[in-house]
């Protein structure tokens, strides 16, 4: 993965990617136990100059590297890799004060946990709310912070919901 | 291998031998979360692979999983 890492930081340095944060189940990697996935969710702001983007200077800067697109995937020394642009307040928060952190020797970006368990939530699908009871009940997480993303982005009835199904 | 403990609970009631394996699995789990990110990949590398393996003898379409070496 460092190799797939070391590409993201070179779209960023080029200025293909504004910045960019490991999000979905990769990310729970660096705040607790591990659990399976098989792709790496890259939560990024790209580029805008209106309020439409496009994914397509990204892609080409990754064709001409030389990876190869598969489906919502684009595969990059072996990992395939979804691109996930900032599409709420709530990501876009969480891209913004993701964490500093390095995999090896390389630098990377980690969305925090508290925002993680948010994200969870506002998707709201089974496996994500699954996951987020889950998660919170054996990972470490700062509940003041995490009570406060909550309630700003409307997430404190699913949260109370997850916690006390009954 | 750590030590069972288990195996010095010769006389016990279901609710003590269940909330000793609860204890146990809670301890792996914590000295998992503990490592080091690098080291918790590698196991994360194992556990696609089981994933994947038991998806395909369910004739579960599967995605490729990750290589070992960059």
Redesign the interface.
């Known amino acids: 993965?460092?190799?797939t890492l070391k590409v993201l930081n070179d779209l960023e340095t080029q200025g293909v990617l504004t910045r960019y944060a490991i999000g979905g189940a990769m990310a729970l990697?660096?705040h607790?136990?591990?659990?399976?996935?098989?792709?790496l969710n890259i939560f990024c702001f790209i580029p805008e100059s209106g309020p439409l983007i496009t994914l397509a200077p990204l892609y080409d800067a990754l064709k001409a590297g030389g990876h190869t697109i598969d489906a919502e995937h684009v595969v990059i020394?072996?990992?395939?890799v979804q691109f996930i642009p900032a599409y709420n307040p709530l990501v876009i928060e969480a891209l913004s004060e993701s964490q500093e952190?390095t995999?090896?020797e390389t630098p990377t970006r980690v969305l925090r946990l508290e925002h993680l368990l948010a994200i969870m939530l506002q998707t709201g699908r089974p496996k994500d709310w699954q996951r987020a009871a889950m998660v919170s009940a054996?990972?470490p997480f700062d509940e003041i912070q995490l009570l406060d993303i909550l309630n700003r982005h409307g997430l404190t009835e699913t949260w109370n919901r997850i916690r006390s199904p009954h | 291998m750590e030590p069972n403990p288990l195996a010095t609970l010769t006389v016990a009631t279901p609710a003590e031998l269940a909330a000793a394996v609860f204890r146990q699995k809670e301890q792996r789990r914590q000295s998992l979360a503990a490592l080091p990110v690098e080291e918790k990949y590698q196991h994360f590398l194992q556990l696609q692979r089981m994933v994947a393996e038991t998806m395909r003898a369910a004739g579960i379409p599967c995605p490729a999983v990750w290589p070992v070496r960059d």
């Open positions: 993965m460092e190799s990697l660096f607790t136990e591990p659990v399976a996935t098989f792709d020394a072996g990992v395939p952190r995999f090896g054996s990972a």
